[in-house]
Structures are given as C-alpha cells and as structure tokens.
C-alpha cells in the first residue's frame, strides 16, 4: 500500500512537472552580445583565365568595397589545392574601404583547371568561395 501510494504520487509530480506550457519565448541572457557581420561587394567571385600557357604562372586579383557599417576582416584565404597560392588584405578594412584577395595559379600541368579559394571573414555565414578557371597549354 505504502508503494502504491508512493508511485501515485511520484506520478502527479511528473505529470504536473510535463503539463507546463512552453511560450516558446526564450529569455535572453544580460551578458549576450549582439554580432553585427561586415558586408561587402566583391567586383567579381570568379576568374576565367581562357589559356594558358605551361609553365607561366597565372594571377588574378580579386578587389572588393566595404559597404557595410564595421570594418571587414579576412582571418583567412584558403586555396583548394597547393597548386594555387592566395594573398590577401591582411588588415581590417573600414566601412567604404576597398581591398583584395590575389590568387597565383601554377600553371605545371596541362590540362583544364577550375579551382576555388575559401575567404573565412566576418560576413554572416563566415565565408565567401572566389573560383578561378582555365586551361593550360603546351608552350610552342
């Protein structure tokens, strides 16, 4: 008896505990920080090259405004393979401020190319993806 009265009441406790209405409002936290992402316009986000010739390095300079209300910063320009190596504006870039990520492509092999540079900065979803394409040729 002393059980069944127990787990009655071990069962009101939890089905008043799971009867509570969520408002579905979530409170916010004094200490939350609201993030204000930079925003920019990139001139171009790809490259076609056309030909090229082997053995000639290729290299083309993307350029971009700042047209948002805090500085935009590039933590980093990360090139899809060792075959392509990235330069950057390495300091923040103020509102109205111009700049550019510079890709060098090694033109070693022959043959099409289409490769991609990861630019991670503070723009909202934290990344921007600039392609340069081509295709190397036989020098003559």
């Not at 204000?36 to 082997?54: M, S």
């Amino acid at each position: 008896m002393k059980k069944l009265a127990l787990t009655a009441i071990f069962a009101l406790i939890a089905g008043i505990g799971f009867a509570q209405e969520n408002s579905g409002v979530i409170p916010l936290n004094k200490n939350e920080v609201k993030v204000e992402y930079a925003t920019v316009t990139w001139e171009a986000t790809a490259h076609d090259f056309g030909k090229v010739k082997q053995g000639v390095p290729a290299e083309h300079q993307f350029t971009f405004r700042n047209t948002g209300k805090v500085p935009f910063i590039i933590a980093n320009a990360q090139p899809s393979c060792g075959c392509t190596a990235p330069d950057w504006t390495k300091t923040p870039v103020p509102p109205g401020g111009t700049g550019f990520v510079k890709a060098t492509f090694n033109a070693a092999t022959q043959g099409p190319f289409n490769k991609t540079i990861t630019v991670t900065s503070n723009v909202e979803g934290g990344i921007t993806l600039l392609t340069i394409k081509g295709e190397v040729t036989v020098v003559q």
